[in-house]
């Protein structure tokens, strides 16, 4: 027991902590140097527009809420809400729409495979290497010859067809980490593909759904090209929206950072709410 105890601590203890507190303190730095664009942001949206437009900016400038005051329409009458609106509906029903198809296409090409199924995922793949600007014409004039244009409903379609490739292959990266006796003990006891997919897969990788739900409702929140060109005053989103702000005047700095963080704020919320799942789901630890 003596010799247990007087026994000297192993000669790598001291370098594996070494080696963890460093790529801690690198870890530390690689998030600083992402935040710091962020916190620059929200400090120039509290300045006034004179302090934010001198070079370099002034950090001991004092604080106001004007260019807030601005976004939310003080002097022009013009309301940030519609937009956002329109964003929120667009983002949130093509997120759904995408899980809906995703899933069970995932699940055939994962837990029960189809012939040919790398060909199926070159396909969906293939489908995003087609630059938007490209078919950005043709939509426009399908758009315009089944009066689409300016409705949201449309937006709700292309950011599905857009988002769809990503979720596919994201959904079938998690399900086929799924035990498949779990399936197998489902099938014995009759349940059907929707009770499996319900009640078993979708608990299973839940962390990988919210990941995925998440990516695909950032990618149709930025969204800008597609809403630029073919919406305009009746299914404008936030980001042409906030376009707006740069006027023929000039780049109007405070304005603009207050309508970037108003704008950026939902998919913060939406990130700090499921990042335990994000954080699972994109490590790929859905599945233990």
């Known amino acids: 027991m003596a010799a247990t105890l007087d026994t000297p601590q192993r000669p790598?203890?001291?370098?594996a902590r070494g080696r963890r507190g460093a790529l801690g303190l690198l870890a530390w730095l690689c998030g600083t140097v992402f935040f710091l664009p962020v916190a620059w942001m929200v400090l120039t949206s509290l300045h006034r527009e004179s302090d934010a437009a001198t070079n370099p900016p002034s950090l001991g400038a004092p604080l106001t809420l004007q260019g807030y005051r601005e976004f939310f329409g003080a002097s022009t009458g013009v309301s940030p809400w519609p937009?956002?609106?329109n964003s929120f509906s667009a983002s949130l029903m093509s997120t759904?729409?995408?899980l809906v198809l995703s899933i069970p296409a995932a699940y055939a090409l994962s837990i029960k495979p189809v012939r040919k199924w790398t060909d199926v995922m070159f396909f969906f793949l293939s489908t995003k290497m087609l630059p938007v600007?490209?078919?950005l014409l043709p939509i426009y004039l399908i758009a315009q010859n089944s009066g689409m244009l300016d409705n949201v409903a449309l937006l709700v379609v292309l950011y599905t067809s857009m988002n769809l490739p990503i979720a596919v292959w994201m959904?079938?990266?998690f399900l086929a980490e799924v035990p498949v006796e779990i399936l197998e003990a489902a099938s014995i006891d009759g349940a059907g593909l929707p009770t499996v997919l319900a009640r078993i897969v979708a608990p299973v990788?839940?962390?990988g759904i919210a990941a995925t739900s998440l990516i695909c409702f950032i990618f149709s929140w930025n969204e800008l090209l597609f809403a630029r060109v073919l919406t305009g005053v009746v299914a404008g989103t936030a980001?042409?929206?906030l376009t707006g702000f740069v006027t023929s005047q000039g780049l109007f700095l405070a304005k603009v950072c207050a309508a970037a963080v108003c704008i950026s704020l939902p998919v913060l919320i939406a990130g700090f709410a499921a990042q335990d799942k994000l954080v699972q789901g994109?490590?790929?630890g859905a599945v233990k």
Do not use: C, K, T
Request: proline share 12%; net charge positive; no cysteine.
């Open 96 to 98: 759904l729409l995408v």
């Open 282 to 284: 994109l490590s790929l």
């Open 205 to 207: 990788v839940a962390p």
């Open 133 to 135: 600007v490209a078919g």
């Open 239 to 241: 980001p042409v929206f």
């Open 12 to 15: 790598g203890g001291f370098a």
């Open 171 to 173: 959904m079938r990266s």
């Open 83 to 85: 937009p956002l609106i």
